[in-house]
């Protein structure tokens, strides 16, 4: 998708691009030196996106000069001076572009139709549930060797996420299409983009999805002993989320707060489990339940020997909860999330 967008932003017939045998391109200049060329993708184009770019491990380049290029949807100002700073050649979605590639430069501004090529990406169900499992491997350390987060392939999302081999395939063809993620460094591979971008995109859409929860009642306020009255009823199936996962990490919550979590059950059954344990169903109450999603379930870990949902799933639970819990969030992310940024 990036070379394709960069062929664009060219003069017609001003390099001569192809690929070397490791499978990267490589552009003939006119006074017939050859450059290999590294495309980085930089999300919206902040210095915070320009600076995860450019913070990748470029290949190896035994055989001659590379050419580094930065794209991204659109460059701001700050991002610009950053770039001209370093002598790094960029370009954009929306038509402008500062090249110097040897004897080759462009110097453009944006074209006055400033709609990004990219397409939207439209989440749904599957989508959404795909994609909190790529996230989550991304988020255990999933890297190539050249820094870029890896995605997995597409059995390990298929069987982590409960969809089919062809829900994942149209999933990832999607995250392709939206520069969420590129080509990887082995043939049929792929590597996340974007990767803030990514968890941003998809945890604002989780975060806005219709509730699933069921509140229950009670007359305790202290949520270590509501834990253990909820791990007496539901045992090993309890997953823990929001701040009830997030305060075993990094506790900065006073006082009452919710308890949040999933059980591996369904319905009906997590109703029924409930009543035998005196949980009266109230609006608004302290204790929050809902059957495990078939990802989370899967996803889920152990910390400080408690079961909890994923680090990218108890980051989407606090962004839904309160606004005490949407400042945890955050908190959580960068001690838990730090490889997203």
């Known amino acids: 998708m990036l070379l394709r967008e960069f062929r664009r932003t060219l003069p017609p017939g001003a390099l001569d691009i192809t690929a070397t045998q490791d499978g990267q391109p490589s552009a003939l200049l006119p006074n ?12 919206l184009g902040y ?4 600076a995860a770019a450019l913070g990748r491990v470029p290949a190896a380049d035994p055989g001659g000069d590379t050419a580094l290029i930065v794209c991204a949807q659109a460059m701001s100002d700050g991002s610009r001076r950053l770039l001209a700073e370093l002598g790094v050649s960029w370009f954009t979605l929306d038509g402008a572009a500062s090249l110097h590639i040897g004897t080759i430069w462009v110097e453009r ?16 169900n599957a989508r959404a549930e795909i994609t909190e499992v790529l996230l ?15 995605v997995a392939d597409v059995e390990t999302l298929s069987s982590l996420s409960g969809r089919s081999l062809g829900s994942v395939a149209g999933t990832l063809a999607g995250l392709d299409s939206s520069a969420w ?46 834990e253990q009255r909820l791990a007496s009823a539901f045992g090993t199936g309890l997953i823990l989320t929001g701040s009830t996962a997030s305060e075993l990490v990094r506790p900065m919550l006073t006082g009452a707060r919710p308890v949040t979590a999933y059980v591996e059950t369904d319905q009906e059954t997590l109703g029924a ?13 302290r204790i929050r339940l809902s059957p495990a999603p078939y990802q989370v379930a899967r996803t889920s870990r152990f910390v400080d020997g408690r079961r909890t949902a994923s680090a ?17 969030a955050e908190v959580y992310r960068s001690t838990e999330l730090a490889v997203f940024g």
């Open 136 to 150: 989550e491997i991304v988020a255990n350390g999933a890297a190539w060797e050249d820094g870029r987060p890896r």
């Open 109 to 124: 501004s944006a074209r006055a139709d400033t709609s990004p090529r990219i397409r939207e990406f439209r989440w749904s």
């Open 312 to 328: 990218v799933r108890v980051y989407a639970d606090l962004l839904a909860g309160s606004e005490r819990e949407r400042e945890a």
């Open 32 to 43: 017939g030196s050859r450059v290999r060329l590294d495309l980085r993708w930089a999300g």
């Open 181 to 226: 993620t590129e080509p990887g460094p082995e043939p049929r591979s792929r590597a996340v983009a974007d990767a803030a971008g990514l968890l941003d995109s998809w945890s604002r859409w989780e975060s806005t999805r219709a509730a699933t929860w069921v509140s229950f009642h009670t007359l305790d306020r202290d949520p270590s002993r509501i």
């Open 47 to 50: 210095p915070r996106d320009v």
């Open 273 to 285: 489990a409930a009543a035998r344990a005196q949980m009266l169903p109230a609006d608004g109450g």
